[in-house]
């Protein structure tokens, strides 16, 4: 095979690569925030859900914890009661429940396909190491780069249309994610989207975002500091 061609091979690698990588990151954020319990707490108390579910917010915390362990498949149902409107009841109705193994079905997936991108990365950088050595970094570095410049187009593209119509955005999700309309609740009735209003999910996707975009951006730095002091190295070899 001509060095052309040998070169193409590698840079395909990498940019296979670093787009797992950039997969698992992205999927990583998500879980980050899904599950970190201070966010809801925050977001209750910003958004004044106590008033909007009639439940107290240690209530609500125990109800989204219990939520959170069905997800994670630490619990087998969402049988869960709460004193609600000073009565206690069973928190979520039979559609609300439904809807919620579609996305503990969604969030199982993710973990999944987390553990594969970030698998696959680490045997094709073991991989490509193995045949360029030292050179793997300048590699991985340039790849990161180009991929990067393809994701911040679409990041930019994703936060215009959510300025523009998050409610748009947020709806089209829920169409590719969800085979059915179970998503689709009353918010005059339905407990789960009280807690839970569109308002939280938009400060929700802005924070996974920000958490998502600050680790590209570490990255880039990372691989900008490995390629000027490639560059250096190969220029004082000549």
Not at 70 to 99: C, M, P, S, W
Not at 202 to 225: E, H, K, M, N, Q
Request: proline share 1%; net charge neutral.
């Amino acid at each position: 095979m001509t060095r052309e061609g040998l070169s193409f091979i590698w840079s395909f690698l990498g940019i296979i690569a670093i787009f797992l990588l950039i997969t698992g990151l992205f999927i990583n954020s998500i879980m980050w925030v899904a599950f970190d319990m201070d966010h809801y707490d925050r977001e209750y108390k910003k958004l004044n859900i106590s008033q909007s579910t009639g439940m107290s917010q240690q209530e609500l915390l125990n109800t989204t914890k219990e939520l959170l362990n069905y997800i994670k498949d630490k619990r087998d149902d969402l049988n869960i009661t709460a004193v609600v409107q000073g009565q206690e009841r069973q928190v979520f109705n039979q559609r609300e429940i439904d809807h919620m193994v579609d996305v503990k079905n969604l969030f199982a997936l993710g973990f999944r396909l987390r553990w594969i991108s970030f698998g696959i990365f680490g045997l094709l950088v073991a991989f490509l190491a193995w045949y360029k050595g030292k050179d793997v970094l300048r590699l991985l570095s340039i790849s990161y780069l180009r991929v990067l410049a393809i994701f911040a187009v679409l990041l930019i593209i994703l936060l215009i249309l959510m300025s523009m119509d998050f409610t748009a955005v947020w709806n089209g999700f829920h169409y590719i994610a969800f085979s059915n309309d179970l998503w689709i609740l009353n918010p005059e009735t339905d407990i789960l989207i009280q807690m839970v209003p569109e308002s939280f999910f938009y400060d929700t996707v802005i924070r996974i975002l920000s958490i998502f975009g600050l680790a590209l951006i570490i990255l880039a730095i990372c691989s900008g500091v490995i390629l000027i002091k490639s560059n250096k190295c190969r220029r004082n070899n000549r």
